[in-house]
T-cell receptor, first 112, second 119 residues
Framework: NAGVTQTPKFRVLKTGQSMTLLCAQD?????MYWYRQDPGMGLRLIHY???????AKGEVPDGYNVSRLKKQNFLLGLESAAPSQTSVYFC???????????FGPGTRLTVL | AQKITQTQPGMFVQEKEAVTLDCTYD???????LFWYKQPSSGEMIFLIY??????QNATEGRYSLNFQKARKSANLVISASQLGDSAMYFC????????????????FGSGTRLSIRP
C-alpha cells in the first residue's frame, strides 16, 4: 500500500519546455488535489478533481492543466514552463466521508 | 471568499511548555472544516487534527487540541508539553462545502507558522 506517490521527485526545466507531473494513489479516494508551495509560504491550490473525468480550478490555475482519466491518477501539466512556476508541487487525496487529506511526498521543480 | 490567516510567522517556545498557534478564517458558508498540518524540515505534510463547523466539542488528538471559537472565527492549535520534535512549520487549512462528508470542495491553506522548540 503505497498511499500517494508523485513522479518525478525532482525536475529541472528550461523556460518554454513542457512536462507532466503524475500523482497516483492506491487508496481508491474520490477527490484529488494539486498544490504548489513556494519558499516560506503555505500551499496554494492549483486544480482539484471530485472524481474520474472531472476537474475544477483552484486559487492559482493559470499556466497549468490537469486531467483525471483514471480514478487513481491525477496529472498536472505545464505546457510552457516559466521561472515563476519554480516551486514544490504536492498532490493530495481525500476519501468521500473522511476528514483527512493525504499528501504525496512532493515534486521539486526548477524552471531556469 | 475563503481566507485563512496565520499572523505568527515564527515562534520560539521552551521545551515542555504549552504553545498556541493562531488561526483565523473567513467564510460565508455555514458548513466547513478546519485542519492543522505539520511540515517538518523533511518537507512532508502531516495531518494533525480536524474540526467540523458543527462539532460542538473542540477536537483533540493526543497532545494536540483545537480551540474552536466559531463566533470569533478562530481555530487555534494548542500543543501541550512541547517536545523538540515539534519544531516545524504548522499550517491551518479550511474546507468549505455543503455536506462536508459527501462533497468535495476547495481546501485552502494559511501562510504558516514556524515553531522552534528550545531545549
Amino acid at each position: 500500500n503505497a498511499g500517494v506517490t508523485q513522479t518525478p521527485k525532482f525536475r529541472v526545466l528550461k523556460t518554454g519546455q513542457s512536462m507532466t507531473l503524475l500523482c497516483a494513489q492506491d487508496m481508491n479516494h474520490e477527490y484529488m488535489y494539486w498544490y504548489r508551495q513556494d519558499p516560506g509560504m503555505g500551499l496554494r491550490l492549483i486544480h482539484y478533481s471530485v472524481g474520474e473525468g472531472t476537474t475544477a480550478k483552484g486559487e492559482v490555475p493559470d499556466g497549468y492543466n490537469v486531467s483525471r482519466l483514471k480514478k487513481q491518477n491525477f496529472l498536472l501539466g505545464l505546457e510552457s514552463a516559466a521561472p515563476s512556476q519554480t516551486s514544490v508541487y504536492f498532490c493530495a487525496t481525500w476519501r468521500a466521508g473522511g476528514d483527512t487529506q493525504y499528501f504525496g511526498p512532493g515534486t521539486r521543480l526548477t524552471v531556469l | 471568499a475563503q481566507k485563512i490567516t496565520q499572523t505568527q510567522p515564527g515562534m520560539f517556545v521552551q521545551e515542555k511548555e504549552a504553545v498556541t498557534l493562531d488561526c483565523t478564517y473567513d467564510t460565508s458558508d455555514q458548513s466547513y472544516g478546519l485542519f492543522w498540518y505539520k511540515q517538518p524540515s523533511s518537507g512532508e505534510m502531516i495531518f494533525l487534527i480536524y474540526q467540523g463547523s458543527y462539532d460542538e466539542q473542540n477536537a483533540t488528538e493526543g497532545r494536540y487540541s483545537l480551540n474552536f471559537q466559531k463566533a470569533r472565527k478562530s481555530a487555534n492549535l494548542v500543543i501541550s508539553a512541547s517536545q523538540l520534535g515539534d519544531s516545524a512549520m504548522y499550517f491551518c487549512a479550511m474546507r468549505e462545502g455543503g455536506n462536508l462528508r459527501s462533497s468535495a470542495s476547495k481546501i485552502i491553506f494559511g501562510s504558516g507558522t514556524r515553531l522552534s522548540i528550545r531545549p
